[in-house]
């Protein structure tokens, strides 16, 4: 299949980008699985934007600044917080019902940790799923995009595998496993953009989606782009501890409005404990306090209570999670939430600029693959879907300025399976899988040190090996593709942390509590 531009992801970045470019061109927007799969759609707590009385775009730059602990780019953070309201603005065109202001004449705004004005526009507590229908439904009603679901991104095709061979690095397109047919396909295009979020399936414990397995990462790396800041691992401080219910998220905002920390068996409120913003610190803060008073008592979870607050509030605010939870036996009116840390955003990524373009001629990238600069060592809350709409188009509109400098792709050979059989001993993908997981939870999670970091790299090299055989002698499947991907990303999380000798935002190790004088990227050149 050839088109004009080749979308990797389906989520706010993808379809952004892919609408803006349907004006003039071609587009086809792969899926890993159904078309929402992704994170996008997970999203409860919403996007932030300059619209309070009294708010300005200086105070949003310096709350990331300060959240970012001065690795941000300010240039990109400038750019991005002056982008917000109109990209808010497109999304109310689009049809997405934000909440409306007790008045109903204007948003309502909530504000969740690291934020010092009210500045969160939202649809009740469910804002991903919202902003995710509306793109769907504009992007399949427009006769300029195709929809690929069930399309697994493998390898980049670039001038290694075209007919003429080249060595200019430049990405012609992709090869992908067809869920359906079972066959890898090979799909060209004058531009790709990498929109297939982060790497979160690389722990034990994520509210990432299952197919968050840091996919368009690994083929970056493998194409020749840099990849920057992969030790700032985020970790959302409350993830609903259940047995019987994985990965539910408790959004941020729920402490936004009152909701208190609390130790499980005391009652007692720690935050303050910890940090004079209590409940309204930056993510990293409230996850290390959590992780340390779970560590301490030995505690399993500790509990999130906003049942101080009037019942409507509580069921008015936080609809999705109430209900949600009381199918559970669970009612957050009266009863605290049981929570705990879990890997939640990845803070590094791909190299972009602030067009979204990558080391490799050809390519773009938008969202939590990239490292654009916004984030810093932490990302502020309700930046991340600002991020995809304003780097989303920012890479389509580029695509579109220089579309006459855009090479037509080239030949490009056939995927080759002829020397590879099936698989007859798939429990190895499990097994690897599982192990990897377990030990990036263990060593490489919240509170890390040189020894455990050393610890996990002995074990990513062992397994790189393993999977490497592996791949070399059996036919891909999707779960293949994936355990390739989160060896790479694994290994590109571990070598970061090992290189930052200091303790900043997300990264915090006990052989480095320090902050260093100078705030300095981390950059992996393959």
Not at 21 to 37: D, F, N
Not at 352 to 374: K, W
Request: proline share 4%; glycine share 10%.
């Amino acid at each position: 299949m050839e088109t004009d531009v080749l979308i990797i992801g389906s989520g706010a970045a993808g379809l952004t980008a892919a609408l803006t470019l349907a004006r003039t061109r071609k587009v086809a927007v792969l899926a890993k699985g159904r078309l929402g799969g992704g994170a996008t759609e997970w999203a409860q707590g919403g996007i932030a934007a300059v619209l309070e009385e009294g708010d300005s775009f200086d105070a949003h730059v310096e709350d990331t600044m300060i959240a970012g602990a001065g690795l941000n780019n300010r240039a990109v953070v400038e750019h991005v917080v002056g982008g917000a309201p109109a990209a808010i603005a497109r999304l109310a065109e689009l049809g997405v019902p934000f909440n409306l202001d007790d008045d109903g004449d204007g948003w309502h705004l909530t504000r969740e940790g690291g934020l010092s004005h009210r500045r969160i526009v939202h649809v009740a507590d469910a804002t991903g799923w919202a902003i995710q229908q509306a793109l769907e439904a504009a992007a399949i009603a427009n006769p300029n995009i195709t929809i690929l679901p069930d399309h697994v991104a493998i390898d980049f095709a670039t001038g290694r595998h075209a007919d003429e061979f080249s060595t200019s690095g430049a990405v012609h397109g992709l090869y992908a496993f067809n869920r359906v047919s079972g066959e890898v396909e090979t799909l060209t295009a004058r531009a790709t953009i990498l929109a297939t979020g982060g790497a979160g399936r690389a722990y034990l414990y994520s509210t990432a989606p299952r197919g968050a397995t840091g996919d368009g990462i690994a083929m970056a790396w493998r194409a020749g782009c840099r990849i920057s800041n992969m030790e700032f691992m985020q970790f959302h401080p409350t993830c609903l501890y259940n047995l019987e219910v994985k990965n539910f998220l408790i959004t941020e905002a729920v402490r936004g409005e009152g909701g208190l920390l609390k130790h499980p068996e005391t009652g007692h409120r720690f935050m303050p404990d910890y940090d004079e913003r209590a409940e309204l610190a930056p993510r990293d803060i409230v996850a290390r306090a959590i992780d340390h008073e779970i560590k301490r008592d030995g505690l399993d979870f500790v509990h999130l209570d906003i049942s101080h607050q009037p019942a409507e509030f509580v069921k008015g605010h936080f609809p999705n999670i109430y209900e949600k939870l009381l199918g559970l036996g669970i009612d957050i009116t009266t009863q605290p939430i049981p929570v705990v840390p879990a890997q939640h955003y990845t803070c590094g990524g791909v190299l972009v600029d602030l067009d979204g373009r990558t080391d490799a001629p050809g390519l773009y990238a938008a969202g939590e693959v990239t490292q654009s600069g916004l984030h810093g060592a932490n990302r502020l809350a309700s930046n991340s879907l600002l991020e995809c709409f304003v780097f989303g188009e920012a890479a389509a509109r580029h695509i579109l300025r220089s579309w006459d400098e855009l090479p037509a792709p080239p030949a490009i050979r056939a995927w080759d399976a002829s020397r590879v059989t099936d698989s007859d001993e798939e429990v190895v993908i499990q097994q690897c899988w599982g192990e990897i997981r377990r030990f990036m939870w263990n060593f490489v999670g919240i509170v890390r040190s040189t020894k455990r970091l050393e610890r996990a790299k002995h074990r990513i090299d062992l397994l790189r090996e393993e999977v490497k055989d592996y791949y070399r002698n059996f036919r891909v499947t999707p779960d293949l593709i994936e355990l390739r991907n989160l060896v790479e990303v694994a290994d590109l999380i571990i070598r970061s942390a090992l290189v930052r000798h200091e303790s900043r935002g997300l990264h915090y190790t006990l052989d480095y509590p320090d902050l260093a004088a100078e705030a300095v990227d981390t950059v992996l050149v393959p």
